[in-house]
């Protein structure tokens, strides 16, 4: 059976404004059907890292959360920290760039929390044994300690999985920094012995006494280590990181798995936006020209149908000459494909629909707003 995905277009014909556009979305898409009363609501959502100017801008979440606290609930937004070294590697950096870029109380109407604490170690292990990768991935503790799970996504390209959608933005974007380690890598972390201080710290969250410091370093002794990550929230110099990084096809499989456990037991809902379609994700310090022109907003119940739906619609557009599209080889006419062709999205979506998530077959129910 096929899932429906909503959607509208950026015209505002009517002089509508697009926050009235998007509250218009969100009445007729269903959101509404869940139970929302006295409800925890997390709104799974991407900052942007400092200098980015790509990320969505916080007025569509404040017309989410102003839609959310009108039916009884209680919003926040959240995402977890980041794996890689940058602006958003703890919660006060985090929470410093989710200001710098808009994101205040005051300005969305509710309170922000980074998903897994402080220093990225709050996590839940939530198993899934039939999970083919990740048999208990790693959970930022805010977004399993939610009741309803409603994902608010920028849709844009991704140097490692192609496009950057819902999907990636509930897996990869709800683990921890030890879950995001999981999902990068095929192996366990390493030791930068450059920035190593010797100060130990990472011993101390070590359950399998895995690190010695003889040479005046760290070193981890690969056949104790269970590649957990925990070492990798507690260096205060970033000397320990992930692995070399996993296959993309794997990444992807991953990311399906993480964000089957994310969405475990909840109630959820998600909304896509497709505009200011970089070729890169918001993770960056910076973005590059659209790739193509932008497209509108889209909602379902349905996180691999909504993906879908995304994608088709971009693949749809003409590209921008003057972009990292415009200079791509088109040999397949998947814009996506053309931009990265060491990706492969389709696998993505196949696995999450394989794992239960949702269809790829969809219906787009186009809303005159
Ligand atoms: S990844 Fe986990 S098991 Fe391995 S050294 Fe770090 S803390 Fe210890
Ligand atoms: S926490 Fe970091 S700096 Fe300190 S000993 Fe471990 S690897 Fe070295």
């Known amino acids: 059976m096929s899932s429906s995905v909503y959607f509208t277009d950026f015209r505002c014909r009517n002089k509508t404004s697009l926050p009235v556009k998007l509250e218009m979305l969100l009445k007729r898409s269903g959101l509404d059907d869940l139970d929302l009363e006295g409800k925890f609501v997390a709104i799974k959502i991407h900052f942007g890292e400092a200098g980015n100017l ?3 801008r916080h007025q569509y979440a404040a017309v989410l959360v102003s839609h959310l606290k009108a039916r009884g609930a209680k919003p926040f937004l959240t995402d977890c920290n980041t794996l890689y070294v ?4 703890n919660a006060l950096d985090h929470l410093d760039t989710a200001n710098l870029n808009g994101y205040l109380p005051q300005t969305v ?8 604490g402080l220093k990225g170690s709050d996590e839940v292990a939530v198993s899934i044994p039939d999970n083919q990768y990740c ?7 805010a977004l399993r300690d939610a009741d309803v799970i409603v994902s608010l996504t920028h849709f844009k390209g991704h140097e490692a999985t192609g496009f950057g959608g819902c999907l990636k933005n509930l897996g990869m974007g709800g683990g921890s920094r030890a879950g995001k380690m999981e999902m990068h890598s095929e192996e366990k972390p390493q030791v930068i012995e450059s920035r190593c201080i010797c100060c130990r710290l990472c011993s101390k969250v070590c359950a399998h006494s895995a690190q010695s410091f003889d040479t005046g370093h760290c070193v981890i002794d690969y056949s104790k280590c269970v590649g957990c990550g925990r070492c990798l929230t507690a260096c205060p110099k970033d000397a320990i990181v992930a692995g070399p990084d996993a296959d993309n096809n ?18 959820s809902f998600h909304i896509a936006i497709a505009n200011a379609i970089s070729p890169l994700c918001d993770c960056y310090g910076c973005n590059d020209a659209p790739i193509t022109p932008d497209i509108g907003m889209f909602a379902s119940s349905d996180p691999v149908a909504l993906d879908k739906a995304c994608v088709d619609a971009v693949n749809a557009q003409s590209f921008f000459e003057n972009s990292a599209l415009g200079e791509a080889e088109h040999r397949t006419h998947d814009h996506f494909t053309d931009l990265h062709p ?5 696998s993505a979506l196949e ?12 219906k787009l129910i186009s809303l005159d707003l």
């Open 86 to 89: 940058g602006s958003r590697t």
């Open 135 to 141: 048999k208990a991935p790693k959970i930022g503790r």
């Open 54 to 56: 790509a990320f969505l």
């Open 250 to 267: 794997i990444l992807n499989f991953k990311i399906a798995e993480y964000t089957k456990a994310v969405l475990l037991d909840k109630q």
């Open 342 to 346: 060491a990706t492969n999205w389709k």
């Open 351 to 362: 696995h999450a629909q394989k794992i239960g998530l949702g269809t790829e077959d969809y």
């Open 109 to 116: 109407g509710a309170q922000i929390i980074i998903a897994d």
